[in-house]
Antibody
Framework: EMQLVESGGGLVQPGGSLRLSCAAS????????MHWVRQAPGKGLVWVSR????????DYADSVKGRFTISRDNAKNTVYLQMNSLRAEDTAVYYC???????WGQGTLVTVSP | DVVMTQSPLSLPVTLGQPASISCRSTQSLVYSDGNTPLHWFQQRPGQSPRRLIY???KRDSGVPDRFSGSGSGTDFTLKISRVEAEDVGIYYC?????????FGPGTKVDIK
């Protein structure tokens, strides 16, 4: 069974940093692009970033470009999201998703507040 | 960015009755390979999104056959033939053709 498990969320002050992790199992991780999607409290779903199979191509939403960095370790079946210069508007549940969006994690909550 | 719109945004339904959600995009969603990566998701309260329909009309494994998808180009529809209590939640359409991928605003389905 395919599974994604996110971790690393928490409370951080504006301007701070967090690194999210997403551990994959149940599928050949290195064959798939991976994605991060976020959902602010009570709001809809917004794409954040994606990375190709070997990490050579990375794309970002304009709202996070220059502040967030996506990466992956295929040996560890894990994708990461390094978030710097965090703002209040980055407060959200962050989901990782497998390419094709047929598998999502349970999400990890990031709260940016003084 | 491609903007996805949905209507209605709120859909109270009587149990056993049909429901229909419309999704429209500001650009054609036909990909260069001929596929149309337009997907539908269900999000129950407190849960992650779950894909129900992919590439317009293909039902995911385990999804009841009362759910169906149709459409082409820029105009798509999700139908529930007979709404059951477990169908309560928010339904999103999503396009995977143009980066950044985008979701519709969501349609909240609840029981009258």
């Amino acid at each position: 069974e395919m599974q994604l498990v996110e971790s690393g969320g928490g409370l951080v002050q504006p301007g701070g940093s967090l690194r999210l992790s997403c551990a994959a199992s149940g599928f050949t991780f290195s064959n798939y692009w991976m994605h991060w999607v976020r959902q602010a409290p009570g709001k809809g779903l917004v794409w954040v970033s994606r990375i190709d199979n070997d990490g050579s191509r990375r794309d970002y939403a304009d709202s996070v470009k220059g502040r967030f960095t996506i990466s992956r370790d295929n040996a560890k079946n894990t994708v990461y999201l390094q978030m710097n210069s965090l703002r209040a508007e980055d407060t959200a549940v962050y989901y990782c998703a497998k390419d094709g969006v047929d598998c999502w994690g349970q999400g990890t909550l990031v709260t940016v507040s003084p | 960015d491609v903007v996805m719109t949905q209507s209605p945004l709120s859909l109270p339904v009587t149990l056993g009755q049909p429901a229909s959600i419309s999704c429209r995009s500001t650009q054609s969603l036909v990909y260069s390979d001929g596929n149309t990566p337009l997907h539908w998701f269900q999000q129950r309260p407190g849960q992650s999104p779950r894909r129900l329909i992919y590439k317009v009309s293909k039902r995911d494994s385990g999804v009841p056959d009362r759910f169906s998808g149709s459409g082409s180009g820029t105009d798509f529809t999700l139908k529930i033939s007979r709404v059951e209590a477990e169908d309560v939640g928010i339904y999103y359409c999503m396009q995977g053709t143009h980066w950044p991928f985008t979701f519709g605003p969501g349609t909240k389905v609840d029981i009258k």
